[in-house]
């Protein structure tokens, strides 16, 4: 069965080329046929930094992302590092980049706590407007922190409808049951796998239905073993026995419907990447 992970990166670390190597090293080694990858280095605050020191912008990261999906056009595709807090819009050079490369690009991430800034600050509604013009989901960090809170994105779920958001981490170092319950708040809000354990992902899919739970995984933050980590194990081998629907809805279908990938089109090598249906 091919597996898609909906939560990659790429980063400077050692260097870009190098990690690069490693996550397709690492997605050959446990088997992920392809993997939505964001570049970190767009983070305005790393780790929560005081001050930013990041002098890079949107465009150049995505410039990143891109040509990495076109030199592997059937394993990787690009998602949208914002940087809200430094670019209060998204710039008209941003945009015609993202509508002439619209093939290789699938969804947006915002990561509140790398740029201190919640998901319901006024700075993330241009960029939340044009996430809903382009017709791109976007995934949202979510964890126990001033910035990350999963309840904060439900309410964002709300306001826009018509965009899908996806909760990464389903509240990272939270209360992951109190976390599904804010996922029943908005039918347009999903959830990733990404250092959830399998038996919340489990009760996940119980309480909100087989549709709304993508595996990803954070790959390769940990390095070339990112995914020998003993939970996400637990899902390359199904270990608590979801039905064979439900564990093909979280591992790949989910992924294709939501982000509009164009598997199971006989496409060629070459041919692979097309604009998807908006």
Known sequence: MSIIDAH????????????EKT??????????????????DGAEFPSGASEKVKKTTTLNCLKRTVNFAKANPTKIGAAVWIRPVREKEPSPELRAYVKENRRWIYALKFHPFAERTPI?????????????DEGLPILVHTAADEFSDIEFLAEAAKLHPSLSFIAAHLQLLGDREKAIKTLQKAPNLYGDTAW???EIAAKAISALGEERLLFGTDNPIDGL??????L?????????????????????????????????????EVEWPRIKPF
């Not at 996550?23 to 970190?40: E, N, P, T, V």
């Open 232 to 268: 996400y194990k637990d899902y390359f081998e199904n270990a608590l026995g979801l039905s064979e629907d439900a564990y093909r809805k979280m591992m790949f279908q989910n992924a294709v419907k939501l982000f509009g990938l164009p598997f199971g089109n006989g496409l060629s």
């Open 23 to 40: 996550l397709l090293r690492s997605m050959k080694k446990y088997g992920i046929s392809f993997s939505l990858a964001s570049d970190c």
């Open 196 to 198: 959830v354990p399998m």
């Open 120 to 132: 319901l600050s006024p700075l993330l509604t241009p960029w939340l407007h044009w996430a809903e």
């Open 8 to 19: 990659a990166h790429i980063y400077s670390s050692p260097t870009l080329g190098e990690c």
């Open 225 to 230: 073993d990112t995914l020998g980590n003993p």
